[in-house]
Nanobody, 127 residues
């Protein structure tokens, strides 16, 4: 019954910005660690960022200082602010969730750790 719906993707020129949103229905959102992954054509799905239940802790993939993950538990929504976009950021971006009782540390980066996934939103960066 848990459903994740991403939005905010689109076509943007290199150097531009996008903010992705993921709205979660069902389940107890405040108990979920949330994450963003992305998958480019011909590539494996890779970790982008994760955030703890209360937003107090975040993890980012290497070389992704241009991105910021945040969440609004009242709105059951997680965001990914993407600035200074590059062509290599082009991918389908997926939102993921997992019930998390271990606190804000050691947020998982593995796809296998996440129980719920959205259908993805396409981000295309033109150069």
């Amino acid at each position: 019954q848990v459903q994740l719906v991403e939005s905010g993707g689109g076509l943007v020129q290199a150097g531009g910005s996008l903010r992705l949103s993921c709205v979660v229905s069902g389940g107890t959102f405040s108990l979920y660690a949330m994450a963003w992954f992305r998958q480019a054509p011909g590539e494996e799905r890779e970790f982008v960022a994760a955030i703890s239940r209360d937003g107090g802790y975040t993890n980012y993939a290497d070389s992704l200082g241009r991105f910021t993950i945040s969440r609004d538990n009242a709105k059951r929504t997680v965001f990914l602010q993407m600035n200074s976009l590059k062509a290599e950021d082009t991918a389908v971006y997926y939102c993921a969730a997992v019930p998390w009782i271990r606190g804000g540390t050691n947020l998982p980066r593995q796809t296998t750790a996440y129980a719920y996934w959205g259908q993805g939103t396409q981000v295309t960066v033109s150069s």
